[in-house]
Structure formats: C-alpha cells, structure tokens
C-alpha cells in the first residue's frame, strides 16, 4: 500500500494543522493507521493509531488532548489533527499502516515519506 501525507507546513506555537495521509493500492478498511514522528538526532516516535473500523484509537501520552487521529474510509485517507501545538512537536510526521492495530503502534508495515511540522515559539 502506497502512503502520501500532506498538510504539514510552520505554526506558531499554540496553533494548528490537520495533516491527511491518502492510501492507494491496497483495502484500506483492511488497516489500522497510524501517525509517527521524528524529530532532529531523536529516534522516530509513535504519536497515534485508529483501527481499521475508527472505533479504536490510542495516543502518545505528550499528545493526548491535543491531537485526533481520524479516518474517512470512503476517500482511503486517515487524518492527524493537531491543536495546541508546541515547539516540540517540531518533527517530520509519517504516516503508517498495518493489517494489526496493535503492530500499527510498533512496527508498521507500511510508511509514507514525511511531512514536515514546524511549530514556532
């Protein structure tokens, strides 16, 4: 399955953005999505998944009530919106997916290539 991610961009601090992932070539019902980050000389870092139904979601706890990962299975797009946004959520955000929705947290099969958020003090 091929992730593009798009929606990133700079914020200042206290601001917000919706990132969106679009899915091709795979059923997307099929997977859980997820939403990782990496920031500059960090490793990379969970940040959110939903189940492939949208009943189930889970969240890094620095993110917990500020952020809503989403989904819209009819356009094959999962979402990652982001409010109150600080200057360390600063990172390239990627996008994942995984037949399992507790691998979705872990290690996902599938990656897009990143988008930048850069989030201003």
């Known amino acids: 399955v091929r992730l593009v991610e798009s929606g990133g961009g700079l914020v200042q601090a206290g601001g917000s953005l919706r990132l969106s992932c679009a899915a091709s070539?795979?059923?997307?019902?099929?997977?859980?999505m997820g939403w990782f980050r990496q920031a500059p000389g960090k490793e990379r870092e969970f940040v959110a998944a939903?189940?492939?139904?949208?009943?189930?979601?889970h969240y890094a706890d620095s993110v917990k009530g500020r952020f809503t990962i989403s989904r819209d299975n009819a356009k094959n797009t999962v979402y990652l919106q982001m409010n109150n946004l600080k200057p360390e959520d600063t990172a390239v955000y990627y996008c994942s997916a995984d037949d399992d929705f507790y691998s979705s947290m872990r290690a996902p099969g599938y990656w897009g290539q990143g988008t930048q958020v850069t989030v201003s003090s």
């Open positions: 939903i189940s492939w139904s949208g009943v189930s979601t």
């Open positions: 070539g795979g059923t997307f019902s099929r997977y859980a």
